[in-house]
T-cell receptor, first 111, second 114 residues
Framework: EDQVTQSPEALRLQEGESSSLNCSYT??????LFWYRQDPGKGPEFLFT???AGEEKEKERLKATLTKKESFLHITAPKPEDSATYLC????????????FGKGTLLTVNP | NAGVTQTPKFRILKIGQSMTLQCTQD?????MYWYRQDPGMGLKLIYY???????DKGEVPNGYNVSRSTTEDFPLRLELAAPSQTSVYFC?????????????FGPGTRLTVL
């Protein structure tokens, strides 16, 4: 069974204080790992897809990296508007369409 | 371009009642999905569709039904609502299948069953 564990559950940062969120996964074979951002009361918003170990993708202050067991979402010099819940999901070789989601990390960035 | 829209935004049902959650997308996407998100839990796939007239069960389909008569619409039907169906429901769509097909989510429907 595919599993995704995100840590920490919640993270509070000061504006400008860089940090990383972790997504550990267990799958039979990885077809893709996804990062989403979810604001309160809204649907998830797509950020990145990573396909293989060693891959990195960047968008503004966010950089996602992937190893064979985990992914990190690095946040550089965060701003208050980066506050949100960040979700990680995986698609395995044993699943055509079913993404397995983690519970998310609630990030709060204080001014 | 409205993307994925869902109605209603909020709904309270009594045990045993039925309702349909509406989902429409204007991006001409072939693939559509229904998820539920329970507090403190990850999203779980209820049903999905790969095109008009084609639907299949996801991870947690019991108590739900879907239909896909057009490319744009993918309604989710709850029959005989139960408290365990209290959740936030998200509809999503993608142009192609995952992992390459990015899933775009609607704003959600918050359902409470009392």
């Amino acid at each position: 069974e595919d599993q995704v564990t995100q840590s920490p559950e919640a993270l509070r940062l000061q504006e400008g204080e860089s940090s990383s969120l972790n997504c550990s996964y267990t799958v039979s074979g990885l077809r893709g790992l996804f990062w989403y951002r979810q604001d309160p009361g809204k649907g998830p918003e797509f950020l990145f897809t990573l396909y293989s170990a060693g891959e990195e993708k960047e968008k503004e202050r966010l950089k996602a990296t992937l190893t064979k067991k985990e992914s990190f979402l690095h946040i550089t010099a965060p701003k208050p508007e980066d506050s949100a819940t960040y979700l990680c999901a995986v698609l395995s070789t044993g699943s055509n369409y079913k993404l397995t989601f983690g519970k998310g990390t609630l990030l709060t960035v204080n001014p | 371009n409205a993307g994925v829209t869902q109605t209603p935004k909020f709904r309270i049902l009594k045990i045993g009642q039925s309702m349909t959650l509406q989902c429409t997308q204007d991006m001409n996407h072939n693939y559509m999905y229904w998820y539920r998100q329970d507090p403190g839990m990850g999203l779980k796939l209820i049903y999905y569709s790969v095109g008009a007239g084609i639907t299949d069960k996801g991870e947690v389909p019991n108590g739900y039904n879907v239909s896909r008569s057009t490319t744009e619409d993918f309604p989710l039907r709850l029959e005989l609502a139960a408290p365990s169906q209290t959740s936030v429901y998200f509809c999503a769509s993608s142009r192609t299948s995952p992992p390459g097909g990015t899933q775009y989510f609607g704003p959600g429907t918050r359902l409470t069953v009392l």
